[in-house]
């Protein structure tokens, strides 16, 4: 089969280096934050409108004094929303405070205790932003029929969890991933889930176009290692899928057969 070629990641029309999207939730101040950043080699970071200060607070410190939207794609959620018309309201919100950016992570969540995505009204607000000419990039289920159907809706990315969000389960769902990568003709990245670098690469080894993790570095106990040591499991984790690895088998085969050898 030979090896697979490698394609760039284009999301929204912008191409990245790194398949490896971190978020800013959970790290003890900015500064951490930023170093994790640097640390994981991510060229985008994602940022909870509802709960980090971009701007809207005037008399608290920005993230954005950090973390400079010059360097970095600053990607706005809608983390905390339970409905689609709050959703579609945050990232309006968020086009404002980022002069008319575009990019958005969509999420609606269905409750408080699992953070399992509500579908309907993701459907709903997927629909609305795009109509509204936004570049959507959505958190979803892991249901091949749902990511299509976002697709379709015109979503720039699919981002089915791996696990519940800050779970730290690690990928419990690869064959409805790779049902969802076989149909898919826009990037999919996993959002949710990851607890650890094998984590990552397991997503990666599917297919995966990339991983977004929060918690998964903010609650590590040395969250500047664990970034880098995420940089690492992806880029490996991708290599290891263009390469294409060997074939399961029930029973051993020897590394240097005896077949036509001299005793």
Not at 17 to 32: A, C, N, W
Not at 228 to 255: D, H, I
């Amino acid at each position: 089969m030979g090896t697979r070629q490698d394609r760039p990641l284009i999301i929204g029309g912008v191409e990245y280096d790194s398949r490896l999207i971190i978020g800013s939730g959970k790290y003890k101040d900015f500064e951490e934050n930023h170093a994790a950043l640097e640390a994981s080699a991510a060229e985008m970071i994602t940022v909870a409108i509802r709960r980090v200060n971009l701007g809207q607070k005037k008399e608290e410190p920005s993230l954005l004094d950090i973390i400079s939207p010059e360097k970095y794609t600053i990607l706005p959620n809608t983390a905390g929303c339970y409905t689609a018309e709050d959703a579609v309201r945050t990232c309006r919100m968020a086009q404002e405070l980022l002069d008319g950016h575009k990019l958005v992570k969509l999420e609606v969540l269905g409750d408080q205790k699992t953070l399992y995505p509500n579908v309907t009204e993701t459907l709903a607000a997927a629909e609305t932003l795009v109509a509204e000419d936004f570049d959507v990039m959505v958190y979803t289920s892991d249901d091949p029929l749902v990511a299509r159907r976002l697709e379709e809706i015109g979503c720039v990315a699919v981002m089915p969890l791996g696990a519940p969000i800050g779970s730290g389960l690690g990928i419990r769902n690869p064959y409805n991933i790779r049902m969802i990568l076989e149909n898919a003709q826009v990037p999919v990245i996993v959002d949710a889930g990851v607890g650890t670098a094998s984590d990552a690469s397991i997503a990666m080894e599917l297919g995966c176009h990339g991983v977004l993790m929060n918690t998964a570095i903010a609650e590590a106990q040395n969250p500047i290692l664990m970034a880098s040591a995420m940089r690492k499991a992806v880029e490996a984790g991708r290599e290891a899928y263009l390469a294409g690895r060997m074939p399961r088998r029930l029973y051993a085969n020897a590394s240097s057969p005896v077949d036509g050898t001299f005793f």
